[in-house]
């Protein structure tokens, strides 16, 4: 019975669609095929809900629908955007916005629609001539003294979706109280309202000016420009996976000094579909097939991988024993922030009022590299909104010298306000020619890392929950382990469970402290008493629940990596039946 109300509820939202004038010919074909289907799947999929504007704008997959991302959902994003920006810079002749957008399909579509909706609200556009990184959009913000900011990226997700991401006049993601004005001004817009007629005159194109002051800008983090210099042909393989990499990567890399740079042919090719892989993600090893083919060929130093917006960085090095293995996005946090440290220490350019940043999901081990070098560190919650918000909170008193998450993001400068694989990699080049200059690889830096501050190891897992029954489904899991907590993980006692959604923390005895976070979030997190940390949370951007777990180990020499490696994944599988999740 709920289900036969359900699909008459998605009927009369299609049927709605289908009658209204102010919906275009072929979006009206592709619902009437729907409405006509006797299998309804895609028509609940599709209107069920409305995409919602959530704090990190919009993510869903592109086609008609209420649910779905289209010019009509985009568009009324932009116009409660715009109405926003109006009403909070009331008074202002010369509000303007800088549109950035991805290779992905659609995304050039969606940057020229939401140009239009912004310069008919009266606000002046800067429109990137082609794709750009997203960081490059965050850098343009301040550089051109915008309010405002979008990107039109899906990240790497699947090639089926699209997104769109709003920033503020500091180049971050929008926050509170602004995220929370514009969800509401967007909520407020019907599609009758949103003005799709452009003003070209308020209309400006840019490109290469802002690429020539982006890459400039990047430059300047070099530490040790001097070991460039003398490892200058580093045999670097690189690839953008069809994204905006392509675009200045490459061009990064050279201005920097390294003259031994290898793209990947296949893959330097601007294609929304992906069509050399199955998805664009720099996380998995699949993704690197052919950066791996390439990197074999010529006995390259290192691999490197950007996302179709290219603010992750993934990477590949070869082990001990000749063979390539992927560095993750803990590990990487690990090795840019220890490079960064000791060579930033070695160089005499430390102060004192040095900090950097992790989530809270991200290696506790980069505690004990803060507390060994008497770095300030914050934690802060996942996506690096947060992490810009703690530059924002202490800029003009404090030096930002490094933050990174897990999901391989990593920002090393304060004039960008988003994670950035620019910089990450032209970063990680210098830190491969520093430790060639020593006659080490990138491995040995890492091995290094565990002998010097301990071993952890790391694992997401992620559960897949796919439209309405799955989003209920996550709701119910997340429900269910705050009524339910475990009492113990692989036969090691909790000895503490913090939940951000209450921002309580609660310790064996049942004493209770208050989390001293900026506001409440779905996330829990319990510890044991012999070091292991289990961190879940639902995925903002996809149909999933995450499960972050962090083990501790002991390494006696670089030689037992391998071993302290796999007592570690069995401790993991033993945590996993702890949790239910075989």
Known sequence: ?????????????????LNSPLYDEATKKEVKQMLENTDKTELIDSFYRSLEFGTGGLRGIMGPGTNRMNIYTVGAATQGLANYLNKSFAGKTDISVVIGYDC???????????????????????????????????????????????????????????????????????????????????????????????????????????????????????????????????????????GTGMKLIPRSLQLWGFENVHCVPEQMVKDGNFPTVISPNPENAEALTLALKLAKDINA???????????????????????????????????????????????????????????IVTTALIKEIARKNRIELYDCYTGFKWIARQIRLNEGIKKYIGGGEESYGFLAEDFVRDKDAVSACSLLAEICAWAKDQGKTLYDVLMDIYMEYGFAYNKAISVVKPGKSGADEIKAMMEDFRSNPVKELAGSPLVEVRDYKTLNAINAQGTVSVIDMPEPSNVIQWFTADGTIVSIRPSGTEPKIKFYVETTGTMASADGYATAVKEAEAKVEAIRKSIGLE
């Open 301 to 359: 130093d290192i691999i490197m991988a950007s996302d179709p917006d290219a603010d992750r960085v993934g990477m590949a090095c070869k082990d001990s024993k000749g063979e390539w293995i992927l560095i993750n996005g803990n590990q990487t946090c690990m090795i840019f922030l220890y490079y960064i440290i000791k060579n930033r220490i070695a160089q005499g350019q430390m102060k004192g009022n040095e900090f950097i940043v992790k989530t």
């Open 104 to 242: 992905r399909n659609n995304s050039q579509l969606f940057a020229e629609t939401c140009a239009n909706i912004f310069s008919a609200n009266g606000i002046h556009v800067y429109l990137f001539d082609d794709m750009r990184p997203t960081p490059e959009m965050s850098f343009a913000i301040r550089h051109l003294h915008c309010q405002s900011g979008i990107i039109l990226t899906a990240s790497h997700n699947p090639k089926e979706y699209n997104g769109y991401k709003a920033y503020w006049d500091d180049g971050a993601q929008v926050l509170a109280p602004h995220d929370k004005g514009i969800i509401d001004e967007v909520n407020k817009v019907n599609v009758a309202d949103i003005k799709f007629e452009g003003n070209k005159e308020l209309i400006t194109v840019v490109g290469e000016d802002i690429d020539k002051a982006y890459l400039d800008a990047v430059h300047t983090i070099s530490i040790d420009p001097a070991c460039i210099k003398r490892q200058k042909d580093l045999s670097i393989v690189y690839t953008p996976i069809h």
């Open 1 to 17: 019975m709920e289900n036969k109300e359900l699909i008459l509820q998605c009927e009369q939202k299609a049927s709605e669609w």
